[in-house]
T-cell receptor, first 110, second 113 residues
């Protein structure tokens, strides 16, 4: 029932920039695009959120094109500690609940 | 920071037992959620609540019920535990719906034997 589609896994090396793209084919006008990060044995935590264009914070950047049918999470210069599962979501405003998909498992190698 | 506390980190129960998973948040959040997480399936929404004594079904409510008698506490109840309910259970809360961030607990790994 997830509303988004993203790659199952990605590999990278320390120091590289990682871009994870998500498809939001059923996004509603009022939905915000949100990304969460989950480390093993922990609950997910909020990383970044946006509506359109570009948003940047101390952790990541989020790029959203004008049609809002996709989003790209950009992690600059990843380290081993960025190894995690990353989820993209848009709010199901009809239910006021967030539906998570399977996420993208990012493995960062030394 | 918001703290969402789940009462048990690990729990082992027998088939047919009634199981209670407790979740408490300390930031006066209106919304609370229960998810389960299984390998390869991501997080799936079981139930959520946007007010005391209110509840709404998520995507997989069968075999579960919930209780929210106080704003800070949201309980997940397995009426008669079965082996297919072995899973990681995650509780979350948010201030309100819409754009508000979800804050998650550390999870309860439930094994039903």
């Amino acid at each position: 029932l997830a509303k988004t589609t993203q790659p199952i896994s990605m590999d990278s090396y320390e120091g590289q920039e990682v871009n994870i793209t998500c498809s939001h084919n059923n996004i509603a006008t009022n939905d915000y695009i949100t990304w969460y990060q989950q480390f093993p044995s922990q609950g997910p935590r909020f990383i970044i959120q946006g509506y359109k264009t570009k948003v940047t914070n101390e952790v990541a950047s989020l790029f959203i094109p004008a049609d809002r049918k996709s989003s790209t999470l950009s992690l600059p210069r990843v380290s081993l500690s960025d190894t995690a599962v990353y989820y993209c979501l848009d709010m199901d405003t009809g239910r006021r609940a967030l539906t998570f998909g399977s996420g993208t498992r990012l493995q960062v190698q030394p | 920071d918001v703290k969402v506390t789940q009462s048990s980190r690990y729990l082992v129960k027998r088939t047919g037992e009634k199981v209670f998973l407790e979740c408490v948040q300390d930031m006066d959040h209106e919304n609370m959620f229960w998810y389960r997480q299984d390998p390869g399936l991501g997080l799936r929404l079981i139930y959520f609540s946007y007010d005391v004594k209110m509840k709404e079904k998520g995507d997989i409510p069968e075999g579960y019920s919930v209780s929210r008698e106080k704003k800070e506490r949201f309980s997940l109840i397995l009426e008669s535990a079965s082996t297919n309910q072995t899973s990681m259970y995650l509780c979350a809360s948010s201030l309100r719906g819409g754009r508000e961030k979800l804050f998650f607990g550390s999870g309860t790994q439930l094994s039903v034997l």
